[in-house]
C-alpha cells in the first residue's frame, strides 16, 4: 500500500465542541476489541481508515495528542464523526482496514509503506512497446502486470537491465515515441537514427527508428514474460550458446562479457526461484481464534486470502469447509511469478504478518491435513 495523494479540501476545521462531542461519543459506545474505524469528513469523505487490537483505547489516543501539527490531532481536526466496527481478531481487523483504505483510499493514509520497503516488483508497462520497471508496488489503478515480490531492489534493477540487453527490450522514458518497422508512414516524420546508444550497441531492438516490428518486439517480450514466469529458460540458454560460439572463435573477451551477462541471469532465475518458493510457503489453512467465541478459519493460497468461513460447529458446516478447501487449493492453478496487481497489497500484508509473528504459523495447517470430521470435531 503506497500513500494516497489527494488535494485537501477546503473545509474549515472541526470546531473544539464537535471534537469534545466525538471524544464523549468514543468515551461512551466504544469498547476494548479488535476492530476497523473510520474518520469521516462534515462532506462525507473518509479521511482516515484505522485498525486496532483495543478500538476504545485506540481512538481515544487521538484526542490526547500534544501537538496540533501531529498526525492524529490532524486528522481529529479533519473529521466531524468517527464511525466504527468490531471484528473477530487483530487478523480480521488488519483485512478489514486493507479493504477499506481500497476502496476509500483516504487521504491520511499511508499504511504499510514500511512493508512494501521491503519489496519490489517488476511491472511491465502498457502501451507500444512495453518495457519492464523495477517498482515497489502497484501504482494507483494500474493494470500492469507485475512479477514479484522481490528482496533487493538494487540486484533486481542490475538483472533487469541484463535481461533488457540479452532480449534487446527499451529501457528508455515512458514517453519515448516509438515507430516500428511496419509503420514505414512515420519515417516521413521521424529519422531512423535514434542517437541512442543501446541501438548502436545491439542491446535494445530500436523499436524507436523501425529497428523492428510490432511482431518482432512482441516475441522478445513474451520471451521476458516466460522467464519471468519460470517456465522458459531461453534468454540463459541463447546466451549459454553465444557465449561458447564467441569461446570457440577465440572471441575471449566477448566471451567474458557473455559469461558475465550469463551469471547475472542465472542469478535472477535463482531469485525468482526462491520468492517463488516463499509466495508458496504461505499456503495453509489458518484457524485464527475470535472475540466472544468467533473463530475463523482463513483458507490462504500463494499469499492470499482465497476464502474465510468461521470455525465449523456442525458436521455439515465441516463438510462445506472440506469442499471449499478442495476448491481454493485446487492443483489446476498454474505456478506463476506473475501477481494481479489487486493481490499485491493482500501479499504484502500476509507476508509481514507471519513475519511480525512467526508463532502463528502454528495455528497453521497444510490444506490435505483437513478431513470433514476432523473439522467437525
Ligand atoms: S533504441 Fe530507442 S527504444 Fe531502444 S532504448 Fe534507445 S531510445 Fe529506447
Request: glycine share 6%; proline share 6%; aromatic share 10%.
Amino acid at each position: 500500500m503506497r500513500a494516497v495523494s489527494k488535494v485537501a479540501p477546503m473545509r474549515p476545521p472541526t470546531s473544539d465542541e464537535q471534537i469534545a462531542a466525538m471524544r464523549a461519543h468514543v468515551r461512551e459506545n466504544a469498547t476494548d476489541r479488535p476492530g476497523v474505524y473510520r474518520m469521516i469528513a462534515s462532506d462525507g469523505e473518509v479521511v482516515y481508515v484505522g485498525k486496532s487490537k483495543r478500538v476504545r483505547t485506540r481512538l481515544l489516543s487521538y484526542f490526547r495528542c500534544a501537538f496540533p501539527e501531529d498526525k492524529g490531532a490532524r486528522i481529529v481536526r479533519d473529521a466531524e464523526r468517527i464511525e466504527w466496527e468490531y471484528t473477530p481478531s487483530e487478523f480480521a481487523a488488519l483485512l478489514e482496514e486493507l479493504r477499506l483504505i481500497k476502496r476509500f483510499r483516504p487521504r491520511f493514509n499511508v499504511a504499510m509503506k514500511r512493508d512494501a520497503r521491503n519489496y519490489c516488483f517488476i511491472k511491465i508497462t502498457k502501451g507500444a512497446a512495453p518495457k519492464l520497471v523495477v517498482v515497489r508496488g502497484p501504482g494507483q489503478d494500474d493494470s500492469s502486470i507485475y512479477y514479484g515480490p522481490f528482496m533487493g531492489a538494487m540486484g533486481v534493477s542490475e538483472a533487469v537491465r541484463e535481461l533488457n540487453d540479452v532480449l534487446g527490450l527499451r529501457d528508455c522514458s515512458a514517453d519515448q515515441r516509438m515507430n516500428f518497422a511496419d509503420q514505414p508512414e512515420l519515417f516521413e516524420f521521424f529519422p531512423r537514427t535514434p542517437g541512442c546508444i543501446r541501438f548502436e550497441v545491439k542491446k535494445c531492438l530500436g523499436p524507436c527508428v523501425g529497428g523492428c516490428t510490432v511482431q518482432q518486439y512482441d516475441e522478445r517480450l513474451t520471451l521476458a514474460r516466460a522467464f519471468l514466469d519460470g517456465t522458459d529458460d531461453g534468454p540463459i540458454e541463447q546466451l549459454r550458446s553465444e557465449m561458447e560460439a564467441a569461446s570457440e572463435r577465440l572471441e575471449y573477451e566477448r566471451a567474458a562479457t557473455l559469461r558475465d551477462k550469463f551469471k547475472r541471469l542465472e542469478a535472477l532465475r535463482g531469485q525468482f526461484a526462491r520468492l517463488r518458493f516463499a509466495v508458496e510457503t504461505l499456503s495453509f489453512v489458518y484457524t485464527v481464534p475470535g472475540d466472544e467465541g468467533a473463530d475463523r478459519i482463513y483458507l490462504i493460497r500463494r499469499g492470499r486470502v482465497r476464502g474465510e468461513l468461521p470455525v465449523p460447529q456442525t458436521p455439515s458446516d465441516a463438510t462445506a469447509l472440506f469442499h471449499l478447501i478442495e476448491d481454493v487449493f485446487s492443483p489446476n492453478e498454474p505456478l506463476s511469478g506473475q501477481i494481479p496487481t489487486h493481490e499485491i497489497d493482500e501479499l504484502l500484508l500476509l507476508s509481514s504478518w507471519f513475519r511480525r509473528f512467526p508463532s502463528e504459523l502454528e495455528r497453521t495447517s497444510a490444506a490435505g491435513t483437513v478431513v470433514p470430521l476432523a473439522a467437525a470435531s
